[in-house]
């Protein structure tokens, strides 16, 4: 139990999936059309700018808290900026790169969550 969320190509054996990673969650639920625990479609532009914001936060730690705050909720895991977090901040840059290379704007891209 608790948060799984990631990103999906539909009719594609490609994505990511993370599990309670709410700072992931919590800029994704920024985007005007959030689904909350459904899907919401996504652009190749918003994963560029999802990619940038983690980035960002890789070369300067001390954004972290302004760019990707983390986001409390039922089971949603740690709240703390700490060596978890940051590591799933520099495993998702490697993660969009490598679905960036995959997709094409003809794709069904969406992020989508679960709790």
Known sequence: MGL???IAVKGK?????WRKCNQFRGWFSRLENFEDEGE???SIEILNDFLKDLLTVVKDPSRAEEIMPVQRGFFFGSYEYDEWYFRDI???VKEVM???????????IFYWEWY
Do not use: Q, R
Request: aromatic share 0%; charged share 30%; proline share 4%.
């Open 4 to 6: 799984d969320h990631g």
């Open 13 to 17: 054996d490609i994505g990511i999936t």
């Open 40 to 42: 919401t479609p996504i």
């Open 90 to 92: 520099v495993e998702a």
């Open 98 to 108: 490598n679905l960036l290379l995959e997709v094409t704007e003809d794709d069904e």
